[in-house]
């Protein structure tokens, strides 16, 4: 009966998945294959979030309550059944269950593919989004694609990086569900006609391709509270299979036409962060989505409303970066062409209803889309952003007259390209960073100008995670320590964990949590030796950077400091030194030469060190293969520094310093993104931070950068690291195989400036900060305090503050709750 929660019982529930078995494969339990127990088991836990599914949009129509919508190209949201077991509470019945079935609860586990619809950190923000908004009983739709193949799976092959195509449909999913009836038609190209309608002129699109979007719907669980919320992510098909009318009118090259573009669209998520390329089947893939989302909210919006006016009331978009920025004209469009409003209302409804999130401040990865290309595919869509910008424009001039060079600057198209991020600040009610210093840096550099115009639609929101995963799930030995002292409250509220504070000094409890810390090193001891075939131990420095492989998080300053590590061993093998494993992962999009060619340094070096006996195994480098949401909670559990080490002023916020810290291993890093705030939290003391500041840099770029020739030619150490990298040190079947960097870093190259991300004016503050934490750790007693106020200081950087915050100041959202 919907509605109603039967709470699971162990033998319910074995008799429910050796029928799952029986109807899905036609087995019994003793020939079914692990991956078949996991779908049986998936589809048991899934009758139950169904209930609580249905429940909560029962509640949320009755309540008539706000929504947001949250629209991504990108939701990383990781694996769905430990969280959705941990969710309902149903963890321990569900263990025992598969249990006596003759099963480990973790092998099935494993056996579910990561959705990995998303590149990093906007993606990763997303999903623990979502997770938040479900638990905090706020209503929410994630809106996003159903790519085929999500991000790529990594293989580490002779130490290059080797992209294999992510099929994680292969097995079929088991917990979306197709919602056919609510397909709907999205168009391309073509070109606009005019009509008058009662005097005045109506626009359509006419001559055009046509996709059939088709949602399909996967849960959000929240926290023990009956809250499902929807991620709907839509998949491109063809119209109609074959039309035969398309013969009769010999249309037959439309036909064929249609049916590769909805081949095309929803196939494959592009793997570049923080780069944009370009390519228009990406644009095609922003409206198509974007599209279909706002039809079906309108759509919705209107089955219980009479005046489209009202929409602002009742629905908020936000747009995750500047990737579903049509949602402004797209909105405009629907609400001029299809519900007849004028420019006017239609601008008033639209400029209330649209909110925007910048995620970076990288040059490279701002969208300008050729004028050429978005009018050609989106006719109607370009025709109202021409008036978007010369309305825009029309109000620069009036709060500022005469300015010209401002208009310029701040033109939505420009120089033959349409520019989304002015487009979303033009049109958005709120516009915001994602740390302070982000914040500060887009209100005074990079949107400058918008803020000058309207900075009252600025604001900040940091950045958060959800604890729910990434220390209840990823962590359940510290999960269990932590809710045995201060009770399990901090699932929900995290502020919760400062009570650890006073656990601090005590010797037992000390000993325990460091204790914990070995375990969850030996578990991941264990991986990287199933994965990697690499022996490490669980008793030296884990010392850790996962996160995309980018030239300004700087990897390379990393790798480039342990070939100096390795060259002091070698040079004085009696120094005193801690042994350390340097634990590497990250993936380079697949056109990024000077990335990938830095993985291959990496285990180039690794191949080196781990394989010279004579250091004693004093040093080991691992490069993780296949970096994902699964692996990293193994990894952030087991870490004991956390490498943030980006030049100050370029990481928006970054979130993975916020898991590492949450499970106590304290930040080496630059003041940068959510790592200034972090250590405003835990104390200066708490940390190890180094380099240059975010003023430094940007002055320093303002002058043009800086000679990194001073450096190779007055520092012996740095300039034998430097060599290494060309004279076969790491390389002898091909001494020229790392130039590139090496050029990258001396003499600059491709038109850029020598060491632009400062990696040779840092390093000597790194390696000092390195002496820093080594010479901390050696301090045992005072090494697990700092570890464990790490913890205690998390509070701040739950997810749930961060849309607490968002639901205050943004999106003013009501709380709805579900009984059942
Ligand atoms: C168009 C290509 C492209 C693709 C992805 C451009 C930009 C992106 C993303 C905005 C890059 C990204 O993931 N940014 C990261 O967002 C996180 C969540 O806010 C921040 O924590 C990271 O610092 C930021 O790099």
Redesign the pocket.
Known sequence: MAGVIKKLDKETLKQEIINNLKTLYRKDVSEATLQMVYQAVAYAVKEDVIDNWIATQKAYDKAGAKKVYYLS??FLVGRALGNTMLALKEEDVIREAVEELGFDLTEIEDEERDPAL????????AACFLDSLSTLNYPAYGCGIRYHYGMFRQKIENGYQKEIPDDWLKNGYPFEIKRDEYACEVKFGGYVATRMENGNPHFYQKNYQSVRAVPYDLPIVGYGNHIVNTLRIWDAEAITSFRLDSFDRGDYQRAVEEQNLARTISEVL?P??????GKEL?LKQQYFFISASLQTAIKKFLQSHDNIRELPNYVVFQM????PTVAVPELMRILMDEQGLGWEEAWAITSKACAY????I?T????KWPIELFSRLLPRIYQIVEEINRRFLLEIEHKFPGDQARKDRMAIIHDGQVRMAFMACAASFSING??KI?TEILEKQTLRDFYELSPEKFNNKT?GITQRRFLLHANPLLADWITERIGDKWITDLSEVKKLGVYVDDKKSRQEYMNIKYKNKVRLANYILEHNGIVVDPRSIFDVQVK?L?EY?RQLMNILHVMYLYNKIKDNPDMPFYPHTFIFGAKAAAGYHRAKLTIKLINAVADVINNDASINGKIKVVFIEDYCVSSAEIIFAAADVSEQI?TAS??????SNMKFMLNGAPTLGTMD??NIEIVKEVGEENAFIFGMSAEEVIQLEQNGGYNPMHIFNADQEIRRVLMQLINGFYSPDDPERFRDIYNSLLTGSNGDRPDVYFILKDFRAYAEAHERVDKAYADEENWAKMCMRNTAAAGPFSSDRTIEEYVRDIWHLKKVEVKL
Do not use: W
């Open positions: 190209m990108e998303g590149n990093g950190g906007l993606g990763r923000l592009y570049n962060d923080n780069h944009y390329s990406r995750n970066d500047t990737h999130t910048n995620h970076t990288m490279e990865a701002l969208e994602v740390a982000h950045n995309r980018h998080k980006s370029k990481e928006a916020s970054g979130t993104g959510a």
